[in-house]
């Protein structure tokens, strides 16, 4: 019984000096105001060009951070800015790479669940980590990816 509990005692601080070496990751998120400012950029490329849209921004578990609807801008533009948004959090990689497989001739791209094959959304990176992204819709796809990218390009000096 004394050997029972010496291997119980060395299995136990085995696991609590493993458990000490164990480390959570630090990582960047964003915040409202982050959000925020991300949107205020986009809208100011998308008045510069005379454009309404909608701008959704999610954070890194794809969760709603923030919507703006510009004025005049059509509703269905809502679930569509949404999911540009979401699509490109998750596969981590501009919509525009699914539009342009799906152009040329990989029709598979329609079989990947959350895949939207329309430009205009895109990850916002900070060091290496996706932390969220940007979806934008109203224009065509080009302009809307135009205006994701004025948001995304001023996530970059947030650091």
């Known amino acids: 019984m004394n050997i029972r509990i010496a291997l119980a005692v060395a299995v136990m601080g085995g696991l609590a000096a493993g458990s000490a070496a164990a480390q959570l990751a630090t990582k960047k998120a964003l915040t409202l105001e982050a959000a925020k ?15 309404n849209v909608v701008i959704v921004i999610v954070d890194d578990g794809g969760n709603l951070l923030y919507l703006q ?11 569509v800015a949404q999911q540009k948004a979401l699509s490109a959090l998750r596969f981590r990689r501009p919509t525009k790479a699914f539009e342009d497989a799906l152009a040329g001739g990989r029709h598979a791209i329609l079989r990947l ?12 990176t900070i060091d290496g980590q996706v932390i969220g992204a940007v979806g934008v819709s109203g224009v065509m796809s080009q302009q809307d990816a135009q205006i994701a990218k004025a948001g995304v390009d001023a996530a970059a000096k947030m650091k």
Request: net charge negative.
């Open 37 to 51: 400012q991300i949107a205020a950029t986009s809208e100011a490329e998308a008045r510069k060009n005379k454009w």
């Open 69 to 79: 609807r510009m004025d005049g801008v059509q509703i269905g533009s809502i679930d």
């Open 113 to 124: 669940p959350g895949a939207m094959p329309v430009e205009g959304g895109l990850p916002v």
